[in-house]
C-alpha cells in the first residue's frame, strides 16, 4: 500500500477524535497557485494564548485488539487496515513541516499487540522526532490506560500534551460497550500523570536544568449519548476530574452513530446541542466559579436546550436578581447573564473611577439583549419586568418575542 493510500485510511480514522478538529475543506491547486487543501490530514487546534495552529491528526495504525462497540476500529469490523511506522510518521511529519503545512503533531493509535508494545512504537516515533530531526513542534499524543507506568513517563518527557480518554462516563457503560475497558485503568495513568507534573513543578525551581514533561498537561475524551448517563452524572465527573487529576481540559464529543450493535442506541443524528451545552456547562466550571451541584440539581438533571446553562441558573435563582451593576461584587458579576470574564474585569475597572451609565454600559462588550434582565444601572431597570422568571425566559428563546420587546424598548428606562 502507498503511503498516500496510508494518510487516507489513518486520517480518516482519526476524524472522531475531537481533541482537534478538522478543517473540513478540499481545494486543488491552481495554475499559478501555492498549495492546497484536503479533508484528511491537517486540523485546527488553539494554543492556551488564543492562536490558531495546524496539526497532522492522523493514527499510527487502526488495526485494533479491542472490540468497543461503538468504535469504527473495534476488532470485528470489517474494514481495511494499514500501520505507519514510526520512520514513515517522522518523514510525513517533517516534510509537512517543511513545507508549512502543520505547527505539529497529534498522534493516535489503535492497540496492537499491547497497550506497553504500542506506547514503545509511539516513544520511538516522539524519540526520533526530538533527537534525530531536532523536531521542536507541537507534539500531542495518546497516553494508553494499562501502560507501564515507566513508558507514560518517558513518552512525557517527549511530547507537549498527553491525553488519556475517558471514553464513556460511567463503569456500567464501559462493561457494556467498552468491556475490555475499566474506569480504574483509565484514571490510573490520569493520576500517574498527575503526580509527575506535580513533582515535576516543585522540582524544576530547584534545579538549572530539568527534563521536560508534558508542559502543556493532560487532557481527556468523553462520549456523550452513546450511553444513559444524564448531564449531570456527566458535570460531576468532569468537575472531579478537575480537581482531582489537574486536567487542562475535557473534550466532548457527541455519538456519532456510524456503528450498528445490540448496545448502541438508535439516533437519528449526533446530539450536538447537548454537547454544546457541555462545554457551555464545563466553561462555568473553570472559569465562572460554578459547581456542578448549582449548574444541575437532581430535581433537574439535564440541561434545558432551550436557554444556555448560565441563564437557566439565574432564571432557577432569580430571587437574587436585578443586581446593581456598579456594586454587585465581582464573583455576582461573573453569574450575570451576558456578561462575561472579560466584561467583568473591564466593568470592575471601569467603575473604580466613577459609577457606569446606561451607555457606558453598553459599550463595554456585554450582550445587553440578555444582561438587561437581570441588571440595573444606576437604579434603573432595562428589562422585560422582574416579577415573572417566565416570561424572561420566553423572551430570551423567542426570536419573535425578542423582537417585540426590543421594539418597545426604543425608549429605555422604565423604572
Known amino acids: 500500500m502507498d503511503i498516500m493510500k496510508k494518510i487516507s485510511i489513518l486520517a480518516d480514522a482519526a476524524k472522531y477524535d475531537v481533541s482537534c478538529s478538522s478543517s473540513g475543506s478540499r481545494r486543488n491547486n491552481t495554475p499559478g497557485g501555492l498549495g492546497n487543501g484536503a479533508y484528511s490530514g491537517i486540523c485546527h487546534s488553539w494554543a492556551a494564548d488564543g492562536r490558531c495552529i495546524s496539526l497532522l491528526k492522523i493514527l499510527m495504525t487502526n488495526h485494533c485488539i479491542y472490540n468497543c462497540e461503538y468504535c469504527i476500529n473495534r476488532r470485528s469490523n470489517d474494514i481495511e487496515r494499514t500501520f505507519l511506522s514510526p520512520e514513515e510518521i517522522v518523514e510525513i511529519t517533517i516534510q509537512f513541516y517543511r513545507r508549512n503545512y502543520i505547527e505539529g503533531l497529534f498522534l493516535s493509535s489503535g492497540i496492537i499487540k499491547s497497550p506497553d508494545y504500542t506506547t514503545e512504537l509511539l516513544i520511538k516515533t516522539a524519540k526520533i522526532l526530538r533527537k534525530r530531526e531536532n523536531f521542536n513542534g507541537y507534539i500531542h499524543m495518546k497516553g494508553i490506560p494499562g501502560t507501564d507506568p515507566a513508558l507514560i513517563y518517558e513518552l512525557g518527557s517527549y511530547v507537549d500534551r498527553m491525553s488519556v480518554n475517558m471514553e464513556l462516563p460511567s463503569e456500567q457503560a464501559l462493561k457494556l460497550l467498552a468491556p475490555q475497558k475499566t474506569k480504574a485503568a483509565i484514571i490510573k495513568p490520569m493520576q500517574f500523570i498527575h503526580t ?3 513533582q515535576h513543578n516543585a522540582e524544576k525551581h530547584l534545579m538549572k536544568y530539568k527534563t521536560s514533561f508534558i508542559p502543556a498537561g493532560q487532557t481527556t475524551q468523553m462520549i456523550v449519548g452513546a450511553s444513559n448517563e444524564n448531564d449531570r452524572h456527566i458535570l460531576k465527573l468532569s468537575e472531579s476530574l478537575y480537581k482531582k487529576v489537574s486536567l487542562k481540559r475535557i473534550y466532548y464529543s457527541a455519538y456519532v452513530p456510524v456503528m450498528q450493535g445490540k448496545n448502541l442506541p438508535t439516533l437519528a443524528q449526533p446530539p450536538l446541542l447537548r454537547e454544546n451545552r457541555l462545554y457551555q456547562a464545563d466553561w462555568l466550571l473553570r472559569y465562572y466559579h460554578f459547581s456542578a451541584d448549582e449548574i444541575l440539581t437532581e430535581q433537574n438533571p439535564n440541561f434545558d436546550l432551550q436557554l444556555d446553562p448560565k441563564t437557566n441558573w439565574a432564571l432557577r435563582n432569580w430571587n437574587i436578581f436585578p443586581l446593581e451593576i456598579n456594586t454587585v461584587p465581582y464573583e455576582l458579576l461573573l453569574r450575570i447573564p451576558g456578561i462575561g470574564v472579560r466584561s ?36 434603573k431597570y432595562y428589562g422585560a419586568g422582574f416579577q415573572d422568571p417566565m416570561l424572561i425566559r420566553e423572551i430570551l428563546i423567542s426570536k419573535k418575542r425578542q423582537s417585540l420587546f426590543e421594539q418597545f424598548s426604543l425608549f429605555e428606562g422604565q423604572v
Open 196 to 198: 509527575k507534573l506535580v
Open 344 to 379: 467583568a474585569l473591564r466593568i470592575r475597572s471601569a467603575r473604580r473611577s466613577s459609577s457606569l451609565s446606561y451607555e457606558e454600559l453598553k459599550n463595554i462588550g456585554i450582550v445587553w439583549k440578555r444582561a438587561r434582565h437581570f441588571i440595573t444601572c444606576r437604579g
